[in-house]
């Protein structure tokens, strides 16, 4: 038999087909573990990136970290924050409720999500949140502060944080770990008086609620000018910083504009900030701030309960201020005129002495005006009559503090009929030089 032969030209020889037919066999082995090798660097490539893709991220996010802590440190101090520590010192207590961290906020707020938003305006917004110790509060978080208020700011923190009166908003602490600190108070469910006296409803607050609102918001305010071991200056008295409670207990708010007072002077020389309606003509004027101008402002706000009239926008036929008509229509004896109706059903003759007593807050001179302790007492007597408090107690009251008067109103008080004319033309003419109508 014959076998078959092939010729190989590159080894010029020649081998049997069953040579050939081996060689195929042992060629296949190799051919799977090339392509084995070349699936593994494959495996082992994909995974390296994604092992070099989790290394650079977690390396970012340390970095991140990082940076985040370094802005922090420098924020806090940047705010002052070691000034505030050694402020509170002395009560181990405040010092640990007093600085509020950022991420306690940021989950207080689900980082600041727009729906915890309570209102804002021109100097920042106030987030509603719960803070771990289940605390509802109020988180204001302004837009701006001037660096050079920051060192009276935290002395404003410090001061505020001593403070416990029933009818001040209570301040919780605050976070000076962002570029703006932020303060941190306790939440008040009602609203604004603003909101509850220009409201759309046919009826607003009732008068027994007025003058008790006006009361308390008097007895705060002697609180501040007087009780405190220094005596704070509001400085924005209006209707919108007042606060209600679920029982319509008034609570004043909003003390970023306010200022201290060293108990050796008897005011300071500041920027002027307020508001349009509100602020105390010889303040805006002059730059001088006193209790005085809180006096002053809070005369406002009592017309506006009077009234129902917003003191910002309101405007006379006669191109006449609130606070110029309402003073007009009092000489001239027309004060039902511009009276809310409300008022007037409720109120009797109380309703003629909170009049007087406002206008003399008004007076344009700061020494004519009375000081809130007086205001307070007046408020209180004009409450004890309309519950028919006896003379005899009113008298009592008047024996023990020596600054309140027999009768409701002051003696100061007096004559401001004749002199409320002069006082409108030239309340007008400050005005009117500020501001163009």
Not at 40 to 53: D, F, K, N, T, Y
Request: charged share 25%; with cysteine.
């Amino acid at each position: 038999m014959h076998v078959l032969r092939k010729y190989i030209p590159y080894e010029n020889i020649f081998h049997d087909e069953s040579d050939s037919l081996k060689l195929c066999h042992k060629q296949k082995p190799c051919v799977c573990v090339v392509s084995g090798v070349t699936i593994g660097i494959g495996v082992a490539s994909g995974v390296g990136a994604i092992l070099l893709i989790l290394i650079v991220f977690a390396f970012t996010q340390k970095l991140k970290h990082q940076r985040k802590q370094m802005l922090k440190k420098k924020f806090f101090e940047q705010n002052r924050g070691r000034l505030l520590q050694q402020l509170v010192s002395q009560r181990a207590d405040i010092a640990e409720r007093m600085i509020i961290s950022l991420e306690e906020l940021e989950k207080a707020t689900n980082n600041f999500d727009k729906t915890r938003e309570l209102g804002g305006g021109g100097h920042g917004t106030v987030y509603k949140g719960i803070l771990s110790d289940l605390h509802v509060v109020a988180i204001k978080k302004p837009k701006m502060v001037i660096q050079k208020e920051i060192d009276e700011f935290i002395n404003e923190v410090a001061i505020l944080s001593q403070i416990n009166h029933r009818n001040v908003v209570k301040l919780y602490g605050c976070c000076l770990e962002t570029e703006v600190p932020m303060l941190v108070y306790e939440f008040i469910s009602n609203g604004t008086l603003y909101s509850h006296l220009h409201t759309h409803e046919a009826k607003s607050l009732s008068w027994d609620d007025r003058l008790r609102i006006a009361s308390e918001t008097a007895k705060s305010l002697a609180y501040l000018h007087m009780t405190v071991s220094m005596p704070i200056i509001h400085r924005d008295i209006k209707s919108a910083n007042i606060l209600l409670d679920d029982t319509l207990a008034a609570k004043v708010a909003d003390f970023g504009a306010s200022r201290y007072v060293p108990v050796d002077k008897t005011g300071v020389t500041t920027v002027v900030q307020g508001t349009r309606g509100y602020l105390d003509p010889m303040y805006l004027s002059t730059g001088r701030l006193t209790e005085k101008s809180d006096v002053y402002s809070f005369g406002v706000m009592l017309l506006e309960l009077l009234t129902t009239k917003k003191p910002f926008s309101y405007l006379s036929s006669e191109g006449d201020s609130l606070v110029g008509h309402f003073t007009t229509l009092f000489a001239e004896g027309n004060l039902p005129q511009i009276l809310d109706p409300q008022v007037m059903d409720g109120g009797g003759q109380e309703v003629e002495e909170v009049a007087k007593l406002a206008l003399a807050c008004l007076k344009l001179t700061a020494e004519g005006r009375p000081t809130m302790r007086h205001v307070e007492l007046t408020l209180e007597c004009i409450q004890a009559s309309r519950r028919n408090v006896s003379d005899s107690g009113l008298a009592e009251i008047s024996e023990e503090d020596g600054t309140a008067m027999s009768g409701p109103i002051p003696a100061s008080f007096s004559n401001i009929k004749e002199s409320s004319r002069q006082y409108s033309m030239e309340e007008e003419f400050l005005l009117s030089s500020r501001y163009p109508r």
